[in-house]
Structures are given as C-alpha cells and as structure tokens.
C-alpha cells in the first residue's frame, strides 16, 4: 500500500454549476445528490436537498426531477423524502438497479445520531418509498461519494447488486446489498487501529485517519483501486481490492 500527497487541484460534484432555482447564497443552497438514469423509460433523475447558507438544517427534504432531454430541460419535481423538524440531512446518494431507483439518505437527529435510510421507486419515479427498517441506524457514518455496482465479480450480484462508503471515526466502511437493498451487509474497508500502510517517510504504521474513499475498477479486470483521504494527513492512501469491501494489497 502506498501513501499518496493529496491532489491539490479543483475536483467539482458532476451537479456542480447546475443549480435548480435562482437563491440568494446566504439564505438557500442546493445542496446537489446522485444523478440516476434509467434506462427503460431512457429517462435522467437529479435528487437534492435544500438548506440555508449550504449548512444541514433541521427539517430539510430531498426532491427529485427528471430529464427526457439529455438534461437540457428538467420537470415533474417532488419530494422524495419529506422534511423532518428532527432530522439533518447530511448527504445523498443513489443508484439504478434493474428497475429499481435508490435513494441512500444520510440523515442526523439533534443528539448528533445518523441514520442511513433507503428511499426507491419501482414504477419510474412515479413514487417513492421508504423502506424499513433503515440500512443503519444510531450510528456515525457519514456517508461519502456514489453508490456502484456491486457485480459478482467482487462478491456481489450482477443485476441487484450496490456499494456504497462511509468514514466515522478514522476507519472507512462499506455497505453491500446483492438484493436490491432488500437487505445489507457492513464491512470494514480500513480499520484506523489494525490496518497498516506505508508513510511518508517508508515506515510501516497503523495510525492513518481515513475519511472520504473512491473507488475505480481497473479496465479488464476484477481489480479495483481505492482512494482515501486522510483527515490528519495531508495526502491519500492508494490500495487495491478484489471485492470492493477490503484492502487487498498490504505492506
């Protein structure tokens, strides 16, 4: 494994720039979510949220719109995921599987608990539900990045199969469903206290602070290289997997 120096130039949300209404910036913000396409209805879904001066507020809701035009005009705009007075929304996520739109939501209470709720359609977008009981709940993930596929390459399902991460207190992990989200597995993708890498200085340590992963599957093959980000590093880690959930290559 390797430590990489940070990335230092400008790096933008695919949504970035494509703000819906026309806000003044100290009072609501867009705060941009997953773009989903589904291909039967050849159909573009935006998902976001709202809040004030681009912070997570109590009550705030996620909406969605399509997009029959590539993008160019969008419509049908509704509320996917209702504001709650006791809730946060800290960020979005999503996929299409196999006739099915999902809608990861990270949400957190005033006790500074999060939960992570999935929010679908089975008809196109023509309504959403919310299923029960959460993905997590009580917890501290803060949810980062899309959500992939999860294919049986990796452990996963070729048609139903999704992947999402998230960072809490210097470890990184990741949620896995191989049924569409009817249920989910939780696996630790780095561990700050037992996974080792090699740092800046070629010594082999077990104290990097990870936050925010991406990951990529390598062209041609079943490898994947993953990306995290050290919160008291200035750099990022590199690493390789076979299964999406682990690191595979170590010192």
Not at 139 to 164: E, K, P
Not at 175 to 189: I, L
Not at 211 to 217: G, Y
Request: with cysteine; glycine share 8%; net charge negative.
């Amino acid at each position: 494994m390797s430590v990489l120096h940070a990335d230092t130039e400008p790096r933008f949300h695919p949504l970035q720039g494509s703000i819906v209404k026309s806000y003044d910036p100290v009072t609501i913000d867009v705060h941009p979510g997953p773009l989903l396409y589904d291909p039967s209805e050849e159909r573009l879904w935006r998902v976001f949220s709202e809040a004030r001066s681009h912070q997570p507020s109590f009550g705030m809701s996620v909406t969605a719109e399509f997009s029959d035009d590539s993008g160019c005009s969008w419509q049908g705009r509704r509320t996917i995921f209702p504001g709650d007075q006791n809730l946060k929304i800290l960020a979005t996520s999503g996929i299409y599987l196999n006739g099915r739109l999902m809608v990861i939501v990270n949400t957190e209470n005033a006790s500074n608990q999060r939960s992570l709720k999935l929010i679908y359609s089975d008809d196109h977008g023509a309504s959403w539900l919310q299923q029960t009981p959460d993905i997590s709940t009580n917890s501290s993930h803060f949810l980062f990045g899309i959500t992939h596929r999860y294919d049986a390459n990796a452990g996963g399902h070729d048609d139903n199969g999704a992947v999402f991460y998230t960072y809490h207190g210097g470890s990184a992990f990741a949620f896995t469903t191989a049924d569409k989200g009817a249920t989910w597995s939780t696996h630790t993708v780095f561990d700050m206290a037992t996974t080792q890498f090699i740092n800046d200085q070629g010594q082999v340590a077990t104290d990097f602070v990870a936050s925010e992963l991406t990951i990529a599957r390598v062209p041609q093959s079943d490898d994947y290289v993953l990306y995290i980000r050290g919160s008291g590093y200035p750099n990022y880690l590199a690493a390789t997997s076979t299964d999406m959930t682990s690191v595979e290559r170590r010192p």
